[in-house]
């Protein structure tokens, strides 16, 4: 299983962006899918997952409102719409696999295969 991560880059404050991640099979459609980030000097932490079909998100309190996890199993690609982006949202943004219970969904040591991550920067 390889997953792409794409769509990062440079943004002003309070702007959006759309990050996707292509699977390299249909693993997308078939297991819980995740967005973790990663800022310098920081730890990799949850951002938003959501189950195999679409039918339950789940959001790290400091993007909740803001970000919209969303999947399209015919392409095998998950998304992470970001809205009113702040410089805090600055973080390696990487797309991952779920292999676990559900109650581990936020837990990163559950997930299995993860994308490159893409790079996102808030510019204030």
């Known amino acids: 299983v390889q997953l792409q991560a794409s769509g990062g880059g440079l943004v002003q404050v309070g702007e959006t962006m759309r990050l996707s991640c292509a699977a390299s099979?249909?693993?997308?459609?078939?297991?819980?899918m995740g967005w973790f980030r990663q800022a310098p000097g920081k730890e990799r932490e949850f951002v938003a997952a959501?189950?195999?079909?679409?039918?339950?998100?789940y959001y790290a309190e400091a993007v909740k409102g803001r970000f919209s996890i969303s999947r399209d199993r015919a392409k095998n690609t998950a998304y992470l719409q970001m809205n009113n982006l702040k410089p805090e949202d600055t973080a390696v943004y990487y797309c991952?696999?779920?292999?676990?219970?559900?109650?581990?969904?936020?837990?990163?040591?559950?997930?299995?295969?993860w994308g490159q991550g893409t790079q996102v920067t808030v510019s204030s």
């Open positions: 991952a696999r779920h292999r676990g219970p559900l109650s581990t969904v936020r837990n990163r040591t559950w997930y299995d295969y």
């Open positions: 099979t249909p693993t997308v459609s078939m297991n819980r």
């Open positions: 959501i189950t195999w079909n679409g039918g339950h998100t």
